[in-house]
């Protein structure tokens, strides 16, 4: 094989990296190191109208974050239009692309009468066979074959063809000066030595565009494998509205990177030995890009959660991560002792919180009424105890039994009193760390309240 190159060509049109782009830029980079090769990042920022700003700043965070680095780029389309511009002359001096000055109106009208006529929305070369270049504002679109077919091979998918009759005479050259996608996409994979175009399964109908360009420029063509798009879990497509899908959006949610990452790796793939569970390291060893599933792989939440919490379970450093995800609001020292109560029990970063805030602040509201006499009867029965968690439980019980009150209600009471909450970590051993004159203070304060 060549020397591998891949890329992601993401366009700073979003919020952030969409959670499909760091799908499609996890396969890219573990293909390319796979293979010893390189995997850089393009930034095709030629749509103007859509541009968003900071929206690059954001990707290329969120590819670090990922653990996704990048050998070469950012490169901008934007700095590169004098190349563009001149590839899309050279077209036209070969006779495979042709200056068009329909106005905005005319394509409008154009559309129009194609619907009504229930026929496919495409340029009608009226511009094609002009013999002269006119003064004014014009485009330069693609010269497609009337007659003939077109054709490339996918890795994952086999041989896919279109007729050239149904591919439109595609803009290449707006006339702000810029490409169209389809012009700087083969441009820039042929000059930046691209060998596999990876991308979303979104791309194919655009593919047979490139292919012509390629073979109109005379380059030869890269090796294409068009993944599946990702789907929510009612097999609709990944969408704002049914799913965040915002890397920057799990990063607030407390996922850690390694998690998401191998959950991305499973969605279309499997590890030859069945693991669900490894390291992007483990993968570059064994990963085979035509074993890539076809069939659209859910998008699942809850499972990404499962693995999340595989991951922090076994994590060395959550204090340390649980630390920085709060900034630094609670202390290191503070948080290390209460990790062996909560870390069974939690999926996300900020989980933490919702578990083991009550360690940090008292609680203000309760999720359930609370007893004044059975917060003065736990209260008394925890005053003398040693304040050590088997003594706690033996102190109540015996109290308990004493009185002919069910112990399961003293720890329930006990519970809502100093934490506010009905369920959370295991309720003594947190008294223990949480100390005698705080419990105290929480049953005093709420027994009065
Ligand atoms: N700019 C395209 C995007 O936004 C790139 C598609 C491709 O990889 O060719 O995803």
Sequence with gaps: ????????????????LHIGNAYTALINYVFAKKHNGQFIVRIEDTDRTRFVEGSEKRILASLAWLGIPYDEGPFHQSERLDIYKKCAEELVEKGHAYYCYCTQERLAQMRKDQEA?????????????????????????LNVPETGVTKFTDVIRGEISFENKLIDDQVILKSDGYPTYHLGVVVDDHLMNISHVIRGEEWISSTPKHVLLYQFFGWELPIYAHMPLLRNPDKSKLSKRKNPVWSSFYREQGFL??????????????????????????????????????????????????????????????????????????????ITPILPLVRERMHTLAEFATLAGFFFERPHEFERPKSAELVQFVKSALTNCDWNHDVMEKAIRDAAEKEGIKARDVFMELRVAVTGKTVGPPLLESLEILGRDETHKRLSGVAYA
């Design 1 to 16: 094989m060549n020397a591998v190159r891949t890329r992601i060509a993401p366009s700073p049109t979003g919020v952030d």
């Design 257 to 334: 990177p390694e998690a998401i990452v191998n959950y991305l790796a499973t969605l279309a793939w499997a590890h030859p030995e069945g693991k669900e569970v490894f390291t992007i390291e483990e993968m570059m060893k064994v990963f085979d890009l035509t074993q890539i599933q076809t069939t659209a792989p859910v998008f699942d939440v809850d499972k990404l959660r499962w693995m999340n919490g595989e991951y922090i379970r076994k994590d060395s450093d959550l204090g340390k991560k649980i630390f920085e995800f709060y900034s630094h609001i609670y202390p290191i020292s503070q």
């Design 117 to 141: 006529r229930h026929e496919p929305p495409m340029y009608d070369g009226t511009c094609k066979n002009l013999k002269s270049k006119k003064d004014g504002p014009h485009v330069i679109r």
